[in-house]
């Protein structure tokens, strides 16, 4: 029950954070600075723990953060860019609801994971109660106004996008924490570390533009900077003690708290749809503690 408890907490940092970037409309340059903050805010735990764990680093875990962090900046401008075209209702459920059955489904065919049934049971219910948070049937159908079905369109788009990038991270990262043995704190740090190389264009670039956005964001990128990681360091904590295919799922729990805070700050989504999502949601959490 302890990876449950982490899994938990980590969904209401998840679902604080997301909030606060969709409220930001930030791009590639919010991106650039909620690292920056990231890599000054978690140095002194990154080097407290980095120093003792980096000389047992080699070849294996070197790519495998290496291939983290650039698939966590993909995820994470591609979550921006659908933030920015459309609902976090659209978005955020379908990133978050895609991504574990993508993830989970890989867990078990490239890591050789075995579902139960109740854990295979607990993934639909997640599932499903991420669909009717998202608005389910009316997703598809977008409502008479071009206009919004448009922007539902581009929220299934890049909804889905972002959930494809959330698998292949869950998968590389639960292949670190789980079989290269890497401590969640320094591994994510470090993801972080390397994100910024990625992105110096932008550094290099239009720094007027670039100091615009500090002056207008620091606030939401300062938010994101200081629960982002820490939201995914409880869950590689999780993965050391669960498997990645109960916990990715088990994440999903953060949509009740997006229905109950992103519901009521940003004025979106149906209430009736979010709490019957949040109720299924909450059954899958149970099927896959049990399970």
Known sequence: MSAVVLVLLAALLHATWNIAAKRAGGDQR???????????????????????????????QWLAVSASAAVHLLYYNTLL????LADLTVVYPLARGSGPLLSASAAVLLLGERLSAAGAAGIAAVCGGVFLIAGGPALWRGGHDPAQRRRVGAGLRWGLLTGATIACYSVIDGYA???LAMG?????YMCNVLRVPLQVPLLLGDRAALAATWRRQWRHALVVALLSPAAYILVLQALTL???SHVAPAREVSMLFAALLGGRLLGEGDRRLRLAGAGCIAAGVVALALG
Request: glycine fraction near 8%.
């Open 184 to 188: 969640p704190l320094v591994y994510d």
């Open 30 to 60: 919010f991106a650039l600075l909620s690292a920056l903050l990231t890599v000054v805010i978690w140095l002194p735990l990154g080097l407290w723990f980095g120093v003792e764990e980096w000389p047992r680093w080699g070849l294996r």
């Open 177 to 179: 924490v789980k079989v």
């Open 242 to 244: 669960a498997p990645l």
């Open 81 to 84: 860019k659908g933030y920015r």
